[in-house]
């Protein structure tokens, strides 16, 4: 494959060694030929690999503007050129990309070692505070994630899955008997009353219209590049968010602290004495930060669920007949759903590997390594794509067909190497609401697709990533029609 192992060309004196730091004699550091006919003697000094190869990109801003307008067609046509290992430049940020399941390994194996995570999730702390994946101390960062990876466990899918299916089923009761709807318009705010109702509770739910713009304005003012403090309008819109979805929710956790009763998300931060113990603040950024993650990704992978099936009529009408014979089972908030649908879930699983709603996973170089031949300097990035890995021909057969046939149970391509499906990403950090947002999809889809036949104003919406998630831009109307 191109660029695997590649080395670059030396002195220019013949030798194909790399020349990184220049002897003062003028030539390699490997050779010891000034160009003149001396006897060539090699030397026995260790050479260190080259860096990856580079992307050609602007000067300061490398891939950037490319990126920002197509990030799969950018690190593709990166990998194409380039092979699995290449750095790449976006703004500010260098880094080295690594594709296919041998690397994945290694980056979930080596984070928390070689690889460190709170820097790049710095963006974060303005909107949530110090907390989760950005908290600083490598203890309180395990131990938040492992409270929230905890939070999603045991039979608390079933009563999440009756909130998924009564918010669905309050939706599709006010559609009538045909129409349209903006896709993401509708799916946005949809998913967001059912993480609300299922993760906060009543009391939040009973206040969305309150609190869902100020989630909003918690995503506008979400920022990569610039100072978080600049007095930009949308920053203070973002502080002024933070602050007021903290006087929403403080006295719901106080009041839940002293009567309990409940069984959910919520209330497993309310009962978690660590947490508690560092305030109701860290709660409340702790409930935001899940609420906020899982409802863009969850929207945003349910909406390509729905394209990639509506574009595919055959495998459209093998999900509905599976869906008619099951009616009363996921459709109706049977606490099972997750184990049912097989066709639904195998659709849910190709639109993840092939519209899969991240762009790339991020972590910090803490310390130098080598890898494929290559060095990784200290500070740079390190980096995974899951949409160019999720189309390797060696890993996914035909990749660029649209094929759910190929995680039923004879093929079941993603389960050869447990690194080839990352669009939940993988190792410690992966995502702890995965079994919600595939229920959730699976519920939302199956409700709408057992009432109604549906078709699409667009063959093929184009990708948005203004949100910080791929998702299908605007116009993209569902066009309904009761069956
Ligand atoms: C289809 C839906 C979803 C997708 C595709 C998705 C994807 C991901 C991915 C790729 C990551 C890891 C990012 C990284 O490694 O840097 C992640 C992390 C995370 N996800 Fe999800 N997610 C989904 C649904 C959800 C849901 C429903 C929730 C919660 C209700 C959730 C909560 C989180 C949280 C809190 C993190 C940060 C993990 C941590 O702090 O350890 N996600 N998600």
């Known amino acids: 494959m191109a660029g695997r192992g590649r080395w670059p060309g030396g002195c220019g004196n013949g030798c194909s060694a790399t020349r990184r730091s220049a002897p003062s004699s003028g030539n390699c550091g490997r050779c010891s030929s000034s160009g003149s006919d001396q006897e060539v003697v090699v030397s026995t000094a260790a050479v260190e690999p ?16 490319e990126w920002r307008k197509d990030q ?15 750095t790449i430049r976006l703004g500010p940020m260098k880094g080295v990309m690594l594709i296919g399941p041998e690397h994945h390994e290694f980056f979930f194996r080596e984070v928390d070692r ?37 939070a999603f466990q045991g039979g608390r899918l079933a009563a999440y899955t009756e909130v998924m299916a009564e918010e669905t089923e309050r939706w599709l009761t006010g559609l009538g008997r045909s129409g349209e709807f903006e896709l993401w318009d509708t799916f946005e705010p949809l998913v967001m009353r059912i993480a609300a109702g299922a993760l906060l509770g009543p009391e939040i739910r009973a206040r969305i219209d309150e609190f869902r713009p100020l989630l909003v304005d918690l995503a506008r003012g979400m920022e990569f ?40 998300f919520l209330q497993s931060l309310v009962d978690d004495a660590a947490l508690r113990a560092e305030g109701p603040d860290v709660q409340v950024g702790m409930a935001m930060a899940t609420l906020f993650t ?6 945003a992978q349910a909406c390509w669920t729905l394209v990639q099936l509506l574009q595919h009529p055959a495998q459209l009408d093998a999900v509905v007949a599976e869906i008619d014979a099951d009616r009363g089972g996921a459709a109706a908030g049977c606490p099972h759903a997750g184990a049912r649908l097989p066709r639904l879930e195998r659709a849910f699983k190709e639109s993840l590997r092939m519209r899969p709603v991240m762009s790339h996973y991020a972590r910090t170089t803490a310390v130098e390594y080598e890898i494929g031949g290559y060095r990784v300097p200290e500070g740079w990035l390190t ?6 890995a999720h189309r390797l021909p060696e890993v996914f057969a035909d990749p660029e067909r649209y094929d759910p046939d190929r ?37 939302l889809l199956s409700g709408l697709l057992a009432r109604y036949r549906l078709d699409m104003s667009v ?25």
């Open 114 to 150: 070689k690889l460190s995570v709170p820097e790049i999730y710095r963006f974060t702390v303005p909107m949530f505070g110090d907390l989760l994946m950005a908290a600083t101390d490598t203890e309180r960062r395990r131990r938040h994630v492992s409270m929230l990876q905890s």
């Open 459 to 483: 063959p093929d919406p184009r990708p948005d990533v203004d949100l910080g998630v791929t998702r299908p831009g605007s116009p993209c109307r569902i066009r309904y029609e009761r069956r």
């Open 225 to 264: 590049i610039l100072p978080p403090n600049l007095p930009l309008p949308r920053f203070r819109r973002r502080d002024r968010a933070r602050r007021r979805l903290g006087e929403m929710l403080r006295p719901v956790l106080a009041e839940r602290a002293r009567a309990g009763g409940y069984d959910d």
């Open 72 to 86: 799969h067609a950018t690190f593709m046509r990166a990998y194409r050129e380039h092979g699995p290992i290449f």
């Open 50 to 65: 080259a860096l990856p190869p580079e992307v050609r990109g602007l000067p300061l801003l490398g891939s950037f503007l």
């Open 383 to 388: 980096m995974l794509c899951p949409s160019v």
């Open 407 to 443: 995680f039923g149970p004879e093929r079941a391509e993603d389960k050869r190497n447990p690194h080839a499906l990352i669009g939940f990403s993988g190792g410690f950090y992966r995502c702890p609401g995965q079994a919600f947002g595939t229920n959730e999809t699976k519920v």
């Open 294 to 299: 899982g409802y863009l990704t969850t929207a």
